[in-house]
């Protein structure tokens, strides 16, 4: 029975590889957890964990409407935030199974970010507020001996987009603050079922169908959609591509005319300290004749065992201002989603504009034992601007850049 590429290799960005690393242990502790591993019990299929963030942006133009403009998670401006409040159950397929094996996860999330992260139909009329409820994730997961010698992986239900260098979950992204091809040009969630095949040991081949972008228990349109692409693991894991398509109509009432999205996430580990993330992205909507395009790419250096360093660098463009806003009020979100409208005149989009941003931050595990040492703190600087003449999106529509300084903290438990 050969080796697979599992589903968490697909569905993790190659930011997974910059966490694990930030989340190691210090060199005695291994060397102790190595030596022990030849006594202890294996790990437990079934695990119940969670996490608790909460951030800060200070935005030095201090915009009167409070909002940070192309942002959603660090939307506010000079205000700190509870993001996420995260509590999973999960039992993992086992990437080694030879035969029949089956997992679920179940994932509810409290907080400012439960406002974007809402699929039509699960919670998602539940409250105004800005800290609101979520299931970010319920599915079922089976992995069957068929087809390949690596077999095939099914998952029913709700889950994350395979699409995209960053995730909901924060533990596996470089920074606080979001690419804006996270925030515009990706599906957040996707509800429906999901096949990958393990063709090889390097090639995963992924497709299934779906009730639509960020949609569940109801739907804008009734029309289903379609998410699928395939994923390489190359170098013995040192180089993963991910190459994954979503497609069907996303507008309300609107049944004919297709959305696509595209993304290409490619990981290259280019040593032990050095990794390189590279996220392409182009979206199209026939409904607005409109196109989205960019790239982001990224670089981490693991300094020590507690400290690592970490740059972003893209280039973003929505020649129609169809894609990029700021929502002023908590409920727009969904209300876009959902009939097309916004209910707040300071949901603005920014018009026909190329974006760009460059982040700098570092990660820091806090280097202490006890209840806080899985603390993870991420301080960072970022600048955007529009890269084109005649729009100004930032600090209350008035200027062509906006300088943040942000950071978060996030407890694992």
């Given amino acids: 029975m050969k080796s697979r590429i ?20 210090n060199a005695e502790a291994a060397s102790t957890a190595k030596d022990a591993i030849k006594t202890t019990a294996p790990e437990p299929r079934l695990k119940f964990y969670g996490w608790i963030e909460g951030g800060f942006t200070g935005n030095t133009s ?14 506010r401006s000079n205000e700190a935030l509870l993001n ?82 960053e995730t909901i979950d924060p533990r596996t992204n470089v920074f606080y603050s979001h690419s804006y091809i996270f925030n515009y040009g ?29 949609t569940s228990t109801q739907d804008n349109n009734g029309s289903a959609g379609f998410q699928g692409g395939f994923g390489l693991n190359l170098q013995d894991g040192k180089l993963v591509v991910l190459a994954i398509t979503n497609l069907g109509p996303e507008m309300p009432n609107n049944n004919s005319d297709y959305r696509y999205m595209n993304d290409v996430t490619v990981t290259w580990k280019i040593s032990d300290k050095l990794t390189s993330i590279t996220d392409l992205n182009y979206s199209y909507d026939q409904s607005a ?59 603005v989009g920014g018009g026909d504009t190329t974006y760009g941003e460059l982040t700098l931050g570092v990660s820091m595990k806090v280097p202490v034992s006890g209840p806080i040492q899985s603390l993870v703190i991420r301080p960072e600087v970022r600048l955007d601007g529009a890269l084109n003449s005649g729009t100004r999106p930032f600090n209350d529509s008035k200027d062509r850049s906006m300088l943040t300084l942000g950071v978060d903290a996030t407890l694992t438990f």
């Fill in 186 to 214: 990706i599906p957040l969630t996707y509800t429906g079922a999901m096949a990958t095949v393990h063709v090889t040991k390097e090639l995963d081949l992924i497709g299934g169908v779906t009730r639509g972008v960020n």
């Fill in 289 to 347: 004749n409109a196109a989205c395009y960019g790239a982001a790419q990224y670089l981490t250096y693991q300094v020590n065992e507690w400290l690592s360093v970490g740059a972003r660098a893209e280039i973003w463009a929505d020649p129609k201002g169809f894609y990029a806003v700021q929502f002023a009020n908590n409920t727009d979100p969904m209300s876009l989603l959902r009939d097309g409208m916004v209910y707040d005149p300071r949901t």
């Fill in 6 to 25: 599992t589903t968490p290799v697909l569905a993790l960005r190659a930011s997974a590889i910059f966490l694990a690393a930030l989340t190691q242990v």
């Fill in 62 to 75: 201090s915009p009167g409407d409070n909002q940070n403009f192309g942002r959603l998670f660090d939307d």
């Fill in 84 to 165: 996420q409040l995260s509590l999973t159950a999960e039992r993992a397929l086992d990437p080694k199974a030879t035969g029949f094996d089956w997992g679920f996860k179940a994932q509810v999330m409290y907080g400012s970010d439960a406002r974007f992260t809402h699929s039509m139909g699960l919670l998602d009329t539940t409250s105004t507020d800005r800290y609101q409820p979520d299931i970010v994730e319920a599915y079922l997961a089976m992995h069957c001996a068929i087809l390949t010698d690596g077999g095939v992986d099914f998952k029913f239900g709700k889950a994350v987009t395979l699409e995209g260098a």
